[in-house]
Antibody
Framework: QVPLVQSGAEVKKPGSSLKVSCKAS????????ITWVRQAPGQGLEWVGG????????VYAQKFQGRVSITTDESTSTVYMEWSSLRSGDTGIYYC?????????????WGQGTMVAVSS | DIVMTQTPLSLSVTPGQPASISCKSS???????????LHWYLQQPGQSPQLLIH???NRLSGVPDRFSGSGSGTDFTLKISRVEAEDVGIYYC?????????FGGGTRVEI
């Protein structure tokens, strides 16, 4: 299994920008499918979107389309999720997860999560 | 979008006793490739979710055999034959039959 390490917790003001990262160690980055899942405070799991690096075409849940941008850097085996203008509703823990293969099925490896708190 | 509905919302179980969680989908999760894309995750307190079972009934390596999954089409069940203290947490079903991926609302299991 390829361990995942996510960037640290962030506290931001509404309207600010943010980029969080998820780095895959070992393995072959190009053989992976990567996904992001949000957990709002006290809530369940919600799929944000994902990307297959070899195709490099991100897909998003409609709720998050236009709100976040998922990008990859093959040279560092890192996936990023970026906001250009945060809102309080973006507050939550964001998990990245990966699987071998080019499809969005069961994800066996998860990062530790990145807490994003948006408050004025 | 495929809606996933889990019941019950919470479950209080005595150690050594069985537990069962139901998950129903608004559409069949049977893919044209013959596989059914329903998976179960456990989120232990303060932890990231962990995959327990994939494609209805396949336990991930290292998952105890007291966990079992069954079902087909739109109705699925996760069973724990004898609950242990380490099994506390929130269990989620998830479908990957089609995008967007969707999760059930979760079932909290407590001892």
């Amino acid at each position: 299994q390829v361990p995942l390490v996510q960037s640290g917790a962030e506290v931001k003001k509404p309207g600010s920008s943010l980029k969080v990262s998820c780095k895959a160690s070992g393995g072959t980055f190009k053989s992976l499918t990567i996904t992001w899942v949000r957990q709002a405070p006290g809530q369940g799991l919600e799929w944000v979107g994902g990307v297959i690096p070899v195709f490099n075409i991100p897909v998003y849940a409609q709720k998050f389309q236009g709100r976040v941008s998922i990008t990859t850097d093959e040279s560092t085996s890192t996936v990023y999720m970026e906001w250009s203008s945060l809102r309080s509703g973006d507050t939550g823990i964001y998990y990245c997860a990966i699987r071998d293969g080019y499809n969005f099925h069961a994800f066996p490896v998860w990062g530790q999560g990145t807490m994003v708190a948006v408050s004025s | 979008d495929i809606v996933m509905t889990q019941t019950p919302l919470s479950l209080s179980v005595t150690p050594g006793q069985p537990a069962s969680i139901s998950c129903k989908s608004s559409q069949s999760l049977l893919h044209t490739d013959g596989k059914t894309y329903l998976h179960w995750y456990l989120q232990q307190p303060g932890q990231s979710p962990q995959l327990l079972i994939h494609e209805v009934s396949n336990r991930l390596s290292g998952v105890p055999d007291r966990f079992s999954g069954s079902g087909s089409g739109t109705d699925f069940t996760l069973k724990i034959s004898r609950v242990e203290a380490e099994d506390v947490g929130i269990y989620y079903c998830m479908q990957t039959r089609q995008l967007p991926l969707t999760f059930g609302g979760g079932t909290r299991v407590e001892i």
